[in-house]
């Protein structure tokens, strides 16, 4: 059961949040300007609308966190007050990972290659590690140039990797040499920390058929009880236009899936008004679709979950490939983008979920911390 010292530093201290209003202060005049930027740009209204919109999106952005590019992208200008008090704003999710995750957690999720060491026979797929000792010393190894002579075509991506520097590598049409190549990429700033090549996937016919362009992926959220482990949240993202990358930020297709029978039910876009009951580029239904193999999907991300016990909320991006559900990625802190697919919040099944790890977990980590500083412990 959540103590009384949590519930009153989530209900109290975190919904007047002093940094909040700190960096508000501090940014006022920039912010003012950068709101009004954004207002002009989006918004075509009467200056007396366009005065009331700001005095909304700065009270959301004030009391709850909610950036003015979510308020503006989910509409919560034309919601009612109880729909806009729906919307988990990025700030709170972040909140509650950092409460109930265990922060040893982050390297692993986080690091491409920490992560496909931990998971390797889930990738089944090969990666090369070009280290950030390789990118000093501008170092390309044999087992690199192995990899180049089994692969003709492969991937390339930074190990922090948030769609930025995204490359597929087909060594057929390169005009320069690939060895020439990659000494190019590592002396790119996105690339200082180190990068990976990764063997191309093959993906399933059904999945590609939305975009071909792009590998189509299932991000879902595993949520572990302790006695218990539920997938949540899961959408299908798919690309658009010629762009290989599926992310919500690069304006892709999300769609939200039912988590028990995983057929789509919804889809949309990170974009203001956007619906869709077919993809815009293919024409290819998506409303009813029923995502093959979805019990074996649930199956393999609950075990991998397991892998984690003290990390009780973790996001993954999965593809089905020619040999089966493959992990594309993992996340600490996975983005609630469902709420985009399905145009509106998910508070009441956010804070169910909250209450029961907080029931199952006992004392939050800002608890423990708090006991540790003080050196006594707080009954509840």
């Not at 975190?14 to 709101?35: A, F, T």
């Not at 000093?136 to 089994?150: H, K, P, S, Y």
Request: proline residues 3%; hydrophobic residues 35%; aromatic residues 12%.
């Amino acid at each position: 059961m959540e103590s009384y010292l949590d519930k009153f530093i989530r209900k109290y201290v975190r919904k007047v949040n002093p940094m909040w209003y700190l960096y508000y202060c501090w940014r006022n005049n920039y912010s003012d300007k950068r709101l009004d930027d954004y207002v002009q740009k989006n918004y075509t209204l009467e200056n007396k609308e366009i005065a009331s919109i700001k005095k909304e999106m700065r009270k959301y952005w004030l009391w709850r966190g909610v950036h003015h590019s979510d308020f503006y992208e989910m509409s919560l200008d034309n919601k009612s007050e109880r729909e806009k008090k729906m919307f988990v704003p990025r700030w709170e999710e972040v909140d509650l990972y950092f409460q109930v995750n265990d922060t040893r957690y982050i390297d692993i999720l986080i690091n491409k290659w920490n992560c496909y060491n931990c998971f390797k026979e889930f990738f089944k797929r090969q990666i090369i590690l070009i280290s950030k000792d390789d990118v000093r010393n501008n170092n390309i190894n044999d087992e690199v140039m192995d990899f180049l002579e089994t692969h003709e075509k492969f991937i390339i991506k930074p190990l922090s990797f948030y769609g930025k520097g995204f490359r597929i590598i087909d060594t057929e049409k390169e005009s320069t040499n690939v060895k020439s190549l990659l000494h190019e990429f590592l002396k790119r700033p996105e690339f200082s920390d180190g990068f990976l090549l990764e063997e191309l996937v093959i993906q399933d016919n059904r999945l590609a058929a939305f975009h071909p362009e792009s590998v189509n992926i299932i991000r879902i959220i595993t949520v572990n009880f302790g006695d218990a482990i539920e997938t949540k949240w899961p959408v299908f993202q798919m690309g658009r236009g010629n762009s290989a990358v599926v992310n919500a930020a690069a304006r892709g297709v999300i769609a939200a899936i039912d988590e028990k029978t995983g057929i789509i039910t919804h889809a949309s876009s990170k974009q203001r008004g956007s619906s869709f009951t077919i993809h815009p580029d293919t024409k290819k239904p998506l409303i009813g679709f029923q995502i093959p193999s979805w019990n074996e999907l649930c199956e393999t991300l609950k075990s991998m979950a397991s892998r984690c016990p003290d990390c009780h909320i973790i996001g993954w991006d999965m593809a089905l490939s020619d040999k089966g559900w493959i992990v594309m990625d993992s996340t600490y802190g996975p983005e609630l983008v469902v709420q985009w697919a399905l145009n509106h919040g998910i508070r009441d099944e956010f804070e169910e979920i909250r209450n029961r790890l907080h029931a199952k977990k006992g004392k939050s980590y800002l608890h423990r911390r708090l006991e540790d500083y003080l050196s006594v412990p707080l009954n509840p």
